[in-house]
């Protein structure tokens, strides 16, 4: 056991440990150290520790997270939260109940196992957990979206589950090709907003007055019901896929198939691990598995891939999930999701127009930066769900107002808002609202915001004080 110390200079952030220095605990050290709380890092692996400590302004931790010792040495007892990311569920369950029993932070578990995943909330609320999160089974989600709108490139949810944010590429003569924001979303009937639009790689929050060109990447927000109307009315397919193929039959496999049969779509699961077949055999009856090795072009086609409408590679390998996507691009028509779970080369990976790409660790880190910041803030209102958008170049923010403020009760139009920012959406009593300058936000709305600015905790940074 030892301990690793870099200058860390004051800061007015939370004291945070992280427990493990896999590929998430790596992603959080980063995306925390960026907004400014203090870090200190758990593990056995020495080397690891050095790493990261030598890497980010961070302290480092040897030892094993779940004992006692070890979380005094990282200064629990001052801790405002500790996040277990290990890869042993048992072992976050533990490191949390300790730390909750000698210390009053908060704690987040990240627990994978099918076995835990009808029981997360039951373990939750038992553990006085503040969040238990399965990235496995919100890719899962996230890829099941996607199916259900297969001309979308990413569906990003919000206020439960009432609201989707689409993003689709227009394409060649398209009927939207040429229009204004205004002239697009002028039907009274159905509220749609239009809130951003990559082009030539900017990304542009737009005004009634901007322009839609083919070519351009859109993302519209609407309530869920409306999705499928809008991208019909844009021309565009809006049927969800009724097949779909996947290779790799791991834990988001498993999520995403029984998911998908409850939705009325046929699956095909292709296994190479004899064992892990017949066990997805016994797991999930309704799904066809396929002992065979997936990345062989003969068994694809034996498989009849050509004849897909949707294909997942899921095997855990970065590469062969890429090659696979490119070689189902060339082959079929089908809707391609890409896993991708390393978070370099982005831009190289966004240059072979992959289609739809998930990273799993960037959905396990902006549900707990979404969590930090409500911590740090709660005042007045929490942050219920946050997305890095476009590369991280904006994020999508949900807030949910609990008591009066400074943009309460006041009229959009004369709010004096940061450039770059557009309130997206307004949910009031399960009523979604796309918002005019006549609209007012008032206490128990949930509010969505796009902004290409970063780090807001609370509503009123939307606010120009300038």
Same mark, same amino acid.
């Given at each position: 056991? *030892?301990? !690793?110390?870099?200058?860390?200079?004051?800061?007015?952030?939370?004291?945070?440990?992280?427990?493990?220095?896999?590929?998430?605990?790596?992603?959080?050290?980063?995306?925390?150290?960026?907004?400014?709380?203090?870090?200190?890092?758990?593990?056995?692996?020495?080397?690891?520790?050095?790493?990261?400590?030598?890497?980010?302004?961070?302290?480092?931790?040897?030892?094993?997270?779940?004992?006692?010792? +070890?979380?005094?040495?990282?200064?629990?007892?001052?801790?405002?939260?500790?996040?277990?990311?290990?890869?042993?569920?048992?072992?976050?369950?533990?490191?949390?109940? +300790?730390?909750?029993?000698?210390?009053?932070?908060?704690?987040? &578990?990240?627990?994978?196992?099918?076995?835990?995943?009808?029981?997360?909330?039951?373990?939750?609320?038992?553990?006085?957990?503040?969040?238990?999160? =399965?990235? @496995?089974?919100? &890719? &899962?989600?996230?890829?099941?979206?996607?199916?259900?709108?297969?001309? &979308?490139?990413?569906?990003?949810?919000?206020?439960?589950?009432?609201?989707?944010?689409?993003? !689709?590429?227009?394409?060649? =003569?398209?009927?939207?090709?040429? #229009?204004?924001?205004?002239?697009?979303?002028?039907?009274?009937?159905? $509220?749609?907003?239009?809130?951003?639009? @990559?082009?030539?790689?900017?990304?542009?929050?737009?005004?009634?007055?901007?322009?839609?060109?083919?070519?351009?990447?859109?993302?519209?927000?609407?309530?869920?019901?409306?999705?499928?109307?809008?991208?019909?009315?844009?021309?565009?397919?809006?049927?969800?896929?009724?097949?779909?193929?996947?290779?790799?039959?791991?834990?988001?496999?498993?999520?995403?198939?029984?998911?998908?049969?409850?939705?009325?779509?046929?699956?095909?699961?292709?296994?190479?691990?004899?064992?892990? $077949? #017949? @066990?997805?055999?016994?797991?999930?009856?309704?799904?066809?598995?396929?002992?065979?090795?997936?990345?062989?072009?003969?068994?694809?086609?034996?498989? *009849?891939?050509?004849?897909?409408?949707?294909?997942?590679?899921? %095997?855990?390998?970065? @590469?062969?999930?890429?090659?696979?996507?490119?070689?189902?691009?060339?082959?079929?028509?089908?809707?391609?999701?890409?896993?991708?779970?390393?978070?370099?080369?982005?831009?190289?990976?966004?240059?072979?127009?992959?289609?739809?790409?998930?990273?799993?660790?960037?959905?396990?880190?902006?549900?707990?930066?979404?969590?930090?910041?409500?911590?740090?803030?709660?005042?007045?209102?929490?942050?219920?769900?946050?997305?890095?958008?476009?590369?991280?170049?904006?994020?999508?923010?949900?807030?949910?107002?609990?008591?009066?403020? #400074?943009?309460?009760?006041?009229?959009?139009?004369?709010?004096?808002?940061?450039?770059?920012?557009?309130?997206?959406?307004?949910?009031?009593?399960?009523?979604?609202?796309?918002?005019?300058?006549?609209?007012?936000?008032?206490?128990?709305?949930?509010?969505?915001?796009?902004?290409?600015? %970063?780090?807001?905790? #609370?509503?009123?940074?939307?606010?120009?004080?300038?």
């Amino acid at each position: 056991m *030892g301990l !690793f110390k870099n200058h860390i200079e004051e800061t007015k952030g939370l004291s945070i440990i992280i427990v493990g220095t896999g590929k998430v605990g790596t992603t959080l050290v980063e995306q925390l150290t960026k907004e400014g709380h203090n870090i200190t890092i758990i593990d056995k692996n020495k080397d690891k520790i050095n790493t990261l400590t030598s890497m980010y302004d961070v302290m480092g931790v040897v030892g094993n997270g779940a004992s006692l010792n +070890v979380q005094k040495d990282a200064n629990v007892a001052q801790a405002d939260l500790l996040i277990a990311v290990t890869g042993s569920d048992e072992l976050n369950l533990l490191c949390c109940t +300790v730390a909750k029993q000698v210390s009053g932070c908060s704690a987040i &578990a990240r627990v994978r196992t099918p076995d835990y995943a009808d029981e997360s909330e039951y373990l939750r609320s038992q553990l006085g957990l503040a969040m238990i999160i =399965n990235p @496995e089974l919100e &890719a &899962a989600r996230e890829i099941a979206r996607l199916l259900y709108l297969p001309t &979308a490139l990413e569906v990003n949810t919000f206020v439960r589950g009432q609201a989707d944010m689409v993003r !689709f590429k227009v394409p060649q =003569n398209c009927i939207i090709d040429g #229009k204004t924001i205004a002239d697009i979303c002028n039907d009274p009937k159905y $509220a749609v907003l239009i809130c951003s639009i @990559e082009r030539n790689g900017e990304v542009i929050i737009p005004s009634g007055t901007n322009t839609v060109m083919s070519g351009d990447i859109v993302s519209f927000i609407t309530s869920s019901t409306n999705a499928k109307y809008f991208l019909k009315k844009f021309g565009l397919d809006n049927h969800s896929v009724k097949n779909t193929m996947i290779v790799g039959g791991g834990r988001a496999s498993f999520y995403l198939a029984k998911q998908l049969i409850k939705a009325g779509i046929d699956v095909k699961i292709i296994e190479s691990n004899s064992n892990k $077949a #017949k @066990e997805l055999t016994d797991l999930l009856p309704e799904v066809t598995i396929i002992n065979a090795d997936g990345t062989d072009e003969e068994v694809l086609k034996e498989e *009849g891939l050509s004849y897909m409408e949707s294909f997942v590679p899921l %095997t855990g390998i970065d @590469e062969e999930n890429i090659m696979l996507t490119l070689h189902a691009r060339q082959i079929s028509n089908a809707k391609v999701v890409t896993k991708v779970n390393r978070m370099g080369f982005k831009k190289v990976i966004s240059s072979l127009d992959l289609g739809s790409v998930i990273y799993p660790r960037y959905i396990t880190s902006e549900a707990i930066v979404a969590y930090v910041r409500a911590l740090k803030e709660s005042i007045g209102c929490d942050i219920e769900t946050l997305y890095h958008l476009f590369d991280s170049r904006a994020e999508g923010i949900e807030f949910k107002i609990r008591e009066d403020s #400074k943009i309460t009760n006041v009229l959009l139009k004369d709010l004096k808002l940061k450039k770059g920012l557009l309130i997206a959406l307004i949910s009031r009593n399960g009523k979604i609202i796309i918002p005019s300058g006549n609209d007012e936000i008032k206490v128990g709305d949930s509010v969505v915001i796009i902004t290409t600015h %970063t780090g807001f905790g #609370k509503i009123e940074d939307i606010l120009d004080h300038e």
